[in-house]
Structure formats: C-alpha cells, structure tokens
Nanobody
Framework: QVHVVESGGGLVQPGGSLRLSCEVS????????VAWYRQGPGKEREFVAE???????RLANSVAGRFTISRDSTMNIVKLQMTRLKPEDTGVYYC?????????????WGQGTQVTVST
C-alpha cells in the first residue's frame, strides 16, 4: 500500500513563492502517477498538476506559467514549485499517488498541507 506525505505549506504574501513536497513510500518511476490537488475555502477539490510515471507533466490552466512540478526519483519526492502566488491559490493542497495496473490500482491521498496567500 503506497503512502504519501506532504510538506512545505505556509503563509505567503501575494506575488510570493512556496515549494511543496510529496514524499512517496514506493518507487515512482515507471509505476506511479503523482498529482497535486487543492481545495479552497467553500470550494470543491480541484486538480492542480501531475507527473506521470515516465515524467509527462500536466498543469491546470489556472496555474500554468506560475507553478512547476518536478520529481526527484532517487528520493521518491515530487515537488510543486509555486510562484507569483495569488489569494485565489489559498487552500489545502493534497498529494495523490496512483499506481499503474500492475499495482492492482494502488492509490493514496495525503493529509494535506495548508497554503495561505494573504497580506
């Protein structure tokens, strides 16, 4: 059973930057898609970014050009670098890992890390 743990949230002013990390308990490369989702106050959880098993990246339109997703395969960590943050980026950010069919559909959500963009 895969497990994920997020870290790196906090309070930042508009225009600032934060970097989130998601540590995955299993080998990522070739096996797991790792994604970031967020849930703002009073909003539904929404997709932010993902890194496929072989490195394919996808970003939500709302964060493209401001956020980047990267992977440190050696340490099984996926990072979300967030720049030019806006108040509407505020929310709880969740990491999600899902394995390929060979894992039997193994998946896991993290507990979330709070990001607050405010003056």
């Amino acid at each position: 059973q895969v497990h994920v743990v997020e870290s790196g949230g906090g309070l930042v002013q508009p225009g600032g930057s934060l970097r989130l990390s998601c540590e995955v308990s299993e080998t990522i490369y070739g096996i797991y898609t790792v994604a970031w989702y967020r849930q703002g106050p009073g909003k539904e959880r929404e997709f932010v970014a993902e890194m496929g098993p072989f490195g394919r990246q996808r970003l939500a339109n709302s964060v493209a050009g401001r956020f980047t997703i990267s992977r440190d395969s050696t340490m099984n960590i996926v990072k979300l670098q967030m720049t030019r943050l806006k108040p509407e980026d505020t929310g709880v950010y969740y990491c999600y890992a899902k394995g390929e069919s060979s894992t039997g559909g193994d998946e896991s959500w993290g507990q979330g890390t709070q990001v607050t963009v405010s003056t």
